[in-house]
């Protein structure tokens, strides 16, 4: 993690693709509250390099929403699979 910072920069995407990586470790391991802060530092990641309209960050959503349903916080999954749909809808069509 430190390396990939040090080589390729915070805001690059390849960075918020590391930051994925740890959350989906952090998300098998069951410690849903450290993947879900490094799903977080990805979406910045994703939102600062490719923008909100992009199928990198529908999928960023996904993995939020996935970690809370894990959770148990079933409205806030909702919110974010929802989200994740209708970024999939304008980027990608119906």
């Given at each position: 993690y430190e390396k990939a910072l040090q080589i390729m920069g915070e805001?690059?995407?390849e960075t918020a693709n590391t930051y994925i990586n740890?959350?989906?470790t952090c998300y098998r391991k069951g410690d849903y509250g450290k993947a879900l802060e490094h799903y977080q530092?990805?979406?910045?990641?994703?939102?600062a390099t490719v923008g909100e309209q992009h199928p990198d960050t529908a999928a960023t959503?996904?993995?939020m929403g996935n970690i809370q349903h894990s959770s148990g916080e079933y409205d806030k999954a909702l919110q974010m699979h929802e989200k994740a749909l209708q970024n999939r809808l304008a980027t990608l069509g119906e």
């Open positions: 805001l690059h995407p740890m959350g989906n530092r990805a979406l910045k990641v994703k939102l959503y996904s993995n």
